[in-house]
């Protein structure tokens, strides 16, 4: 069984700051890793992907892939109150299917 | 407007009365999935499909079934609906090789 772990938390953060989101996936095979924001009662929207070891930045959002350790990471600079949402990480086993295996998510707020 | 729409956003029904939630994109994209998401475990894919025609099982098939006679519709069927059905259903699409999913609004599923 494909598993992908999150933590579930709220993860509080004040206005400004960075927010660090992390998560574990169980595949080793897994080839592409997914982003997604989920606002309250919405459904979600992707921020990033990345495929490749090492970072991707795009804004204020940074995208880390360690496959070695099995661990994708997602970081909020400048953290606005308007980052507060469900943030879902997906892993797509292979890339020529579409399988993809969601975690739980991780609950962010964003204090003013 | 570019979009994914199901029908309907909510319904509440008994246990063993067969229901059809629908899912309409106009994107044209090739690839649609099903998932649902329950409290603590995320979204779980249900169905996928990569074409008219072509239906791949999930990670949560059991009791569902679909089909995808057009390009831009691809209905979820519970043929004998039961309580632990009861959740939120997102219906999504994608372009193959982008692999950014467009989600639909949801349906909110109650078995009784």
């Known amino acids: 069984q494909k598993e992908v772990e999150q933590n579930s938390g709220p993860l509080s953060v004040p206005e400004g700051a960075i927010a660090s989101l992390n998560c574990t996936y169980s595949?080793?095979?897994?080839?592409?890793f997914f982003w997604y924001r989920q606002y309250s009662g919405k459904s979600p929207e992707l921020i990033m992907f990345?495929?490749?070891?090492g970072d991707k930045e795009d804004g204020r959002f940074t995208a880390q892939l360690n496959k070695a350790s099995q661990y994708v990471s997602l970081l909020i600079r400048d953290s606005q109150p308007s980052d507060s949402a469900t943030y879902l990480c997906?892993?797509?086993?292979?890339?020529?299917?579409?399988?993809?295996?969601f975690g739980p998510g991780t609950r962010l707020s964003v204090l003013p | 407007e570019a979009q994914v729409t199901q029908n309907p956003r909510y319904l509440i029904t008994v246990t063993g009365k067969k229901l059809t939630v629908t899912c309409s994109q106009n994107?044209?994209?090739?690839?649609m999935s099903w998932y649902r998401q329950d409290p603590g475990l995320g979204l779980r894919q249900i169905y996928y499909?990569?074409?008219?025609?072509?239906?791949d099982k999930g990670d949560v098939p059991e009791g569902y079934k679909v089909s995808r006679k057009e390009k831009r519709n691809f209905p979820l069927i519970l043929e004998s609906p039961s309580p632990n059905q009861t959740s939120l259903y997102f219906c999504?699409?994608?372009?193959?090789?982008?692999?950014?999913?467009?989600f639909g609004p949801g349906t909110r599923l109650t078995v009784l």
């Open positions: 999504a699409s994608s372009l193959p090789a982008l692999n950014e999913q467009f």
């Open positions: 595949d080793r095979g897994s080839q592409s």
């Open positions: 990345i495929y490749s070891n």
């Open positions: 997906a892993v797509q086993p292979d890339n020529y299917g579409q399988n993809f295996v």
């Open positions: 994107m044209n994209h090739e690839y």
């Open positions: 499909s990569m074409n008219v025609e072509v239906t």
